[in-house]
């Protein structure tokens, strides 16, 4: 089994900066990619940013300029740092991670989540 465990989510005014970080553990032979989704009241798991093992990135246009993704792959950890946050980024924040576990023969990485953080920006 593999884990993620976020943490960094909070209330913060417009303008405002929070880092999020997220951790995995557990059977994990290798990370792929990895990366933070959102979710809205009433609206669908959208993504905002991943980062490849080789430290490639891809932002959604909303968060471009604003937001940067960070990996840590001796810790197999995740950081995204928020800046210049609007109240239009009011969501909860899932990390996401593509792990190849340690099972014999195992080589398809498989999806795992987290269990969201609540990030709150008030005008």
């Known amino acids: 089994q593999v884990y993620l465990v976020e943490s960094g989510g909070g209330s913060v005014q417009a303008g405002g900066s929070l880092r999020l970080s997220c951790v995995a553990s557990?059977?994990?032979?290798?990370?792929?990619?990895m990366g933070w989704y959102r979710r809205t009241p009433g609206r669908h798991r959208e993504p905002v940013a991943d980062i490849d093992s080789d430290g490639s990135t891809d932002y959604a246009d909303s968060v471009k300029g604003r937001f940067t993704i960070s990996r840590d792959n001796a810790g197999n950890t995740v950081y995204l740092q928020m800046d210049s946050l609007k109240p239009e980024d009011t969501a909860v924040y899932y990390c996401e991670a593509w792990v190849v576990d340690t099972s014999p023969g195992s080589r398809i990485p498989t999806q795992y989540w987290g269990q969201g953080t609540q990030v709150t920006v008030s005008s």
């Open positions: 557990g059977s994990i032979a290798r990370i792929n990619a």
